[in-house]
């Protein structure tokens, strides 16, 4: 990292009761659009891990140097971290925090459970992957950012103001494996998907819902975009996501 982490893009950390939660932001993105969400958490009594992934919250620069094996590495470091304390722990995901979430769940069965916000969940496909590529194989590494999709007025995610290519193709390569392997996810799995969603299509979520292989559930979010977290429905994922947990504290006691 060569620069400081950028005002409100800070982690979050808050010891709590024998129920972990792992709280992940999105590409380009911070844990700032994610904060309310984890605060919620923390007042709930849980404990909580929001993290900020190599390479985000300081400067375009930095991630450029970064890329998917770095991102899962520390999402799975947090895990460990958060199973060395706890009894059980949830994981949390919006967009590729989303990805980084079925990742997870993948290779480590013994979670929970995951709630996932608009969840990146395959590639962009063959197309674009080879556009992107074509680009970097140009000269170009960065092009316009896709952050801060939000129908609120005034709110934004302190996310870059552009999107770097090589980490995006680590990205797309990524979730074209988990795409593969979403059936390995048996855990109780609680979806969000916004309806005016400008970054990602709807056919993610309804993948994750056709192929995992535990009880899942979807909830549309009728007011919001991209960065749900952040916008008009933030209060009904908080009040679902933290609904979704107590249920599953219940059932495991």
Same mark, same amino acid.
């Given at each position: 990292?060569?620069?400081?982490?950028? &005002?409100?893009?800070?982690? !979050?950390?808050?010891?709590?009761?024998?129920?972990?939660?792992?709280?992940?932001?999105?590409?380009?993105?911070? +844990?700032?659009?994610?904060?309310?969400?984890?605060?919620?958490?923390?007042?709930?009594?849980?404990? #909580?891990?929001?993290?900020?992934?190599? *390479?985000?919250?300081?400067?375009?620069?930095?991630?450029?140097?970064?890329?998917?094996?770095?991102?899962?590495?520390?999402?799975?470091?947090?895990?460990?971290?958060?199973?060395?304390? /706890?009894?059980?722990?949830? #994981?949390?995901?919006?967009?590729?925090?989303?990805?980084?979430?079925?990742?997870?769940?993948?290779?480590? +069965?013994?979670?929970?459970?995951?709630?996932?916000?608009? &969840?990146?969940?395959?590639? !962009?496909?063959?197309?674009?992957? =080879?556009?992107?590529?074509?680009?970097? =194989?140009?000269?170009?590494?960065?092009?316009?950012?896709? *952050?801060?999709?939000?129908?609120?007025? *005034?709110?934004?995610?302190?996310?870059?103001?552009?999107?770097?290519?090589? &980490?995006? !193709?680590?990205? !797309?390569?990524?979730?074209?494996?988990?795409?593969?392997?979403?059936?390995?996810?048996? /855990? &109780?799995?609680?979806?969000?998907?916004?309806?005016?969603?400008?970054?990602?299509?709807?056919?993610?979520?309804?993948?994750?819902?056709?192929?995992?292989?535990?009880?899942?559930?979807?909830?549309?979010?009728?007011?919001? /975009?991209?960065?749900?977290?952040?916008?008009?429905?933030?209060?009904?994922?908080?009040?679902?996501?933290?609904?979704?947990?107590?249920?599953? #504290? =219940? =059932?495991?006691?």
């Amino acid at each position: 990292m060569t620069a400081a982490i950028k &005002p409100g893009c800070e982690p !979050l950390s808050a010891e709590g009761n024998a129920t972990g939660v792992l709280v992940l932001h999105g590409f380009t993105g911070s +844990p700032k659009s994610m904060r309310p969400l984890a605060t919620r958490f923390v007042d709930a009594g849980y404990s #909580v891990e929001m993290i900020l992934l190599p *390479g985000h919250g300081t400067s375009i620069e930095d991630m450029k140097q970064t890329n998917f094996s770095d991102w899962s590495s520390a999402a799975e470091a947090a895990l460990l971290a958060l199973e060395a304390r /706890c009894e059980r722990v949830v #994981v949390v995901g919006l967009s590729m925090g989303g990805l980084l979430t079925c990742w997870l769940a993948e290779h480590h +069965p013994e979670i929970a459970g995951i709630v996932v916000i608009n &969840p990146v969940v395959e590639s !962009l496909g063959a197309e674009i992957e =080879e556009g992107v590529a074509a680009l970097i =194989e140009a000269g170009m590494d960065e092009t316009e950012g896709i *952050g801060s999709d939000i129908a609120k007025e *005034g709110v934004d995610e302190s996310s870059y103001g552009a999107t770097p290519l090589v &980490p995006l !193709l680590s990205m !797309l390569h990524a979730a074209g494996d988990v795409a593969q392997n979403l059936s390995s996810i048996t /855990c &109780p799995v609680l979806c969000f998907r916004s309806e005016q969603d400008h970054v990602l299509q709807q056919h993610h979520t309804d993948r994750l819902m056709a192929e995992v292989g535990g009880p899942a559930e979807r909830i549309i979010l009728e007011n919001s /975009c991209h960065v749900a977290t952040l916008d008009y429905d933030a209060a009904l994922i908080e009040t679902q996501a933290l609904a979704f947990v107590e249920r599953l #504290v =219940e =059932e495991q006691q």
